[in-house]
């Protein structure tokens, strides 16, 4: 039974509003934060509001305890607290745990610190690399690519 969901942060739950941006979330708001201080962030980056409405429909119908498990740090940005405090339980950065997310250990570490065995967990990333590591270690993976994709393989695990 699935008991958790994880998922990545950048290019799933958020992205640059210009398509044309080929680099990482990370590293731009970065550079927009020496640039500009506290820079008009939703100006730069949009959230997929889809995507945690789906993740809000699964933790109040399935019971599903949501986290998030990314690289860096934008997901701290004061901006973005209000819609991720309520909806997610934790949030991982692979950085600040000194771990890799292209390494299967890193993911039983993860499961043990949320309490669920790996069996019952789902990781959604939108890395091929990731997701194959997070398999190895006996996760459901969903690589992104788009939401509805998502939706529909997350409601075939559940």
């Given amino acids: 039974m ?9 290019k799933v739950l958020l992205f640059v509003k210009d398509k044309a941006f080929g680099g990482k979330l ?8 020496e640039e500009m201080g506290d820079y008009p962030f939703f100006d730069y980056f949009r959230l997929n509001t ?30 973005l607290q209000p819609f991720l405090q309520p909806l997610f339980s934790t949030v991982f950065s692979a950085n ?12 039983v570490e993860l499961a043990k610190k949320i309490g669920a065995k790996p069996q019952e967990v789902i990781y959604v990333d939108d890395q091929q690399a990731n997701c194959d590591a997070a398999k190895k270690a006996g996760i459901n993976t969903v690589l992104y690519s788009n939401n ?9 695990l559940l």
Wanted: glycine content about 2%; overall charge positive.
């Fill in 26 to 33: 990370n590293a731009l708001n970065k550079r927009l934060t």
């Fill in 148 to 156: 509805e994709t998502v939706q529909k393989e997350i409601l075939q």
């Fill in 96 to 107: 600040s745990m000194g771990v890799s997310k292209e390494e299967p250990q890193s993911y």
């Fill in 50 to 79: 889809e995507l945690l409405d789906f993740y809000s429909l699964l933790k109040k119908r399935h019971s599903i305890s949501l986290h998030i498990f990314t690289t860096g740090t934008i997901q701290e940005k004061a901006r």
């Fill in 2 to 10: 699935i008991t958790t969901l994880i998922t990545d942060f950048s």
